[in-house]
């Protein structure tokens, strides 16, 4: 199918399901399916932000199709049902993404650094050393219990289950949907965790999981076939998953060319650590599949199964995007993310028409920094600097200076040279940043649109990519079969009792 009609049928299907979901959010219980969709780091400004540069794209391709950018709508957006999620932590007012997503999954409100463990797990020891070694843990016996997830409860009702996303798959969101650990940073632990027939398998996954996918090889793969490997024994992690009967795939083109339907079970890993930003992975075409890709191949294993499934899906680089005051690659990841949502919308349609046995939630784990500044005229680009809704001029600070729409109330402010990075696997990037110093930079002969640019900070905390989690409440949005019970404020903790009820777990 051409391109273009294909995302036209696409939208055509996710906007056929949306329009049954409202009438009947059916009772709890009867989702059979769920879909849980994490947008990592994605506050509420980053979904605006996001909207609006969708609309921007849609005027650019389409004159007149919208009154102003303001007015587009994404497909989270859609869903009938919304609430807003406290996402402290057990002992954090801000908190790190492994007890956030744990509170999801599990129920429990976790020490910050700690995976779907009981609460007085500590990340730490009391000399303030972390429990790793390496990338492997160091986590000593007695040190909380493992908490049951919503994918485990899922797996003991004979149901399918998966988890993908576009960091690593032993990363905190992932990983706290299928291991117990209590330092999230034990990448090799939590790989062998997920591996049948290791020594340190969690059984409570039965047979094992049946869909795994994005980055992560070096935590599979020995160095003797991996010279970029972080693990310190000779395990082949990944042929021990293919004995098992996975199929395996390490590219987008083999990916794309595997026949899912009949793929008992699949792993699939296509980086060595995280999958690249979206932006990047279109502009360098680099054989990595999309987040839509993987979460249409996921379907595909996992809906074959009669008694229903269990999916995450996470748009995890969102995040790393937003610790680099990089407002571009955020918001391109944060609409590659809706595509997800609204290729799993589709494609449920066509499965279980007016979503009526399965639900979708969409939500975040916690906030970012990042701010709308000023009073900008209705269509200013959103990456923009601002232009002053009365005058149409641009609006200056009061050093005189213009300023842009969006920036961070802190972060590392690198300077613009070749070596700033935003990550540690982002160096390469030739960086487009505010000058350090005492005085702002004249942003007026900047493109502050420029894929690289670096949004301005208030608080300047050094450290390329050390701009900090937000700890405000976050959105969620439901739709389908139970979904009329997410309504309010609540914490998120109750978020797992409230997919549990839906899904009769």
Not at 129 to 152: K, R, V
């Amino acid at each position: 199918m051409h391109p273009i009609l294909q995302k036209t049928s696409l939208a055509l299907a996710a906007a056929g399901a949306l329009a049954l979901l409202a009438p009947a959010a059916h009772a709890a219980g009867e989702a059979k399916n769920v879909i849980f969709f994490l947008g990592d780091g994605m506050g509420p400004v980053t979904v605006t932000a996001a909207r609006i540069y969708k609309g921007e794209k849609q005027l650019a391709e389409k004159a007149g199709s919208l009154a102003s950018s303001e007015r587009a709508t994404l497909t989270m957006q859609s869903l009938p049902y919304a609430s807003r999620i406290k996402t402290f932590s057990r002992d954090g007012q801000t908190t790190d993404s492994a007890p956030s997503m744990a509170a999801y999954m599990t129920g429990v409100k976790m020490n910050n650094e700690v995976i779907s463990m009981s609460a007085e797990t500590m990340a730490y020891a009391a000399n303030g050393q972390q429990y790793i070694n390496g990338e492997d843990t160091t986590c000593p016996a007695g040190n909380g219990q493992p908490a049951q997830t919503l994918l485990e409860l899922s797996k003991a009702k004979g149901r399918a289950v998966g988890a993908i996303s576009t960091t690593r798959v032993g990363h905190a969101t992932p990983a706290a949907t299928y291991a117990h650990i209590c330092n999230r940073n034990g990448y090799n632990s939590i790989a062998e965790q997920s591996v049948p027939g290791h020594a340190n398998y969690n059984a409570r996954l039965g047979d094992g999981i049946d869909v795994l996918m994005g980055g992560g090889q070096r935590n599979y793969l020995p160095k003797s076939v991996n010279p970029s490997s972080k693990r310190t024994d000779t395990a082949n992690l990944v042929d021990m998953m293919k004995a098992k009967g996975y199929a395996y795939v390490a590219k987008g083109s083999e990916l794309a060319a595997l026949d899912a339907t009949k793929a008992p079970k699949l792993l699939g890993l296509f980086t060595q650590s995280e999958m690249a930003y979206e932006l990047d992975r279109v502009k360098q075409r680099l054989d990595e599949p999309s987040l839509s890709d993987m979460t249409g191949k996921a379907l595909d294993v996992l809906s074959r199964n009669d008694k229903g499934f269990f999916l995450m899906v996470e748009g995890g680089r969102i995040d790393h995007a937003l610790h680099g005051t990089n407002a571009k690659r955020a918001l391109e990841d944060t609409l590659a993310f809706d595509r997800a949502i609204e290729t799993a919308m589709a494609y449920m349609e066509k499965k279980d028409p007016g979503l009526k046995n399965t639900l979708i939630v969409v939500t975040a784990d916690h906030d970012h920094n990042m701010v709308f500044n000023g009073y900008s005229r209705i269509g200013n680009p959103i990456l923009g600097k601002v232009q002053d809704y009365q005058s149409g001029q641009m609006a200056k600070a009061q050093d005189g200076k213009p300023y842009t729409t969006l920036a961070f109330g802190n972060g590392g402010r690198p300077n613009a040279t070749a070596s700033s990075q935003v990550n540690a696997e982002d160096g390469n990037k030739p960086w487009i940043a505010p000058t350090r110093g005492a005085e702002r930079q004249d942003l007026s002969g900047v493109d502050t649109t420029d894929d690289n640019y670096l949004q301005e900070v208030g608080l300047n905390l050094g450290t390329p990519g050390s701009e900090t989690h937000g700890g405000g409440d976050v959105m969620l949005f439901a739709g389908g079969a139970g979904a009329r019970i997410f309504k309010g404020t609540m914490d998120n903790t109750k978020v797992f009792s409230k997919v549990r009820e839906a899904a009769g777990l």
